[in-house]
């Protein structure tokens, strides 16, 4: 069991019945004498994908989930589906772009560092590493010179996701992307 006063950004907890990504939490100090703290948590349901923001008073508590992070590799993608193996069992499975339409965004091919989130030897959704190397595959051209200005263009990745780059960048360089925000982070190197 976790009282509400141990939850922290990432945890994951049973509410309702269901898993649920802790997002936020925000404590408030009592005005009154002897009241309790009050806690606002943002929980986001990880079957359904719908966020709830709820208060809970001190001394609340939640279930801790059958949940488990196993290790993945993202295998290929055919039309509207992603498939992947479990690193451990070997075991293939899959999910339509319907399910995991940011995550689809940073996928590429026998990519390594992807965690699937398991409730009850069910797989419910993925959990991508904080950054990921991706190549640009379509840029305007980069204008020699334009390293001290802040600059920015439209940048096509090879997953398809569209970034703001510095103006610099060219067609073929790989660049550091915050899968959280999709931001571009800097240059990287694969």
Do not use: C
């Given at each position: ?23 936020t ?9 002897g ?17 709830v ?7 609340d ?10 290790p ?39 990519m ?10 069910e ?14 595959t ?6 020699r ?19 703001q ?24 190197s694969?």
């Amino acid at each position: 069991m976790y009282d509400v006063g141990e939850l922290k950004k990432g945890l994951i907890v049973d509410f309702e019945g269901a898993p649920h990504l802790v997002e936020t939490v925000n404590a408030s100090s009592p005005q009154a004498r002897g009241a309790s703290m009050i806690y606002k948590v943002r929980l986001r349901n990880l079957k359904t994908k719908q966020k709830v923001d709820r208060s809970f008073r001190s001394g609340d508590s939640f279930g801790v989930p059958d949940f488990e992070r196993r290790p993945v590799q993202f295998l290929y993608r055919d039309q509207d589906t992603y498939h992947f193996m479990d690193s451990k069992s070997f075991e293939q499975f899959f999910f339509e772009k319907s399910d995991i339409e940011w995550e689809a965004k940073f996928l590429r091919e026998e990519m390594e560092g992807v965690l699937a989130l398991v409730y009850q030897d069910e797989v419910i959704g993925l959990e991508l590493p904080p950054t990921v190397v991706l190549e640009i595959t379509e840029t305007s051209p980069g204008v020699r010179g334009n390293s001290a200005t802040k600059r920015e263009k439209p940048a096509t990745l090879e997953t398809g996701h569209v970034i703001q780059v510095p103006e610099y960048m060219n067609s073929g360089e790989t660049v550091s992307v915050d899968t959280r925000s999709g931001a571009y982070l800097g240059r990287a190197s694969r």
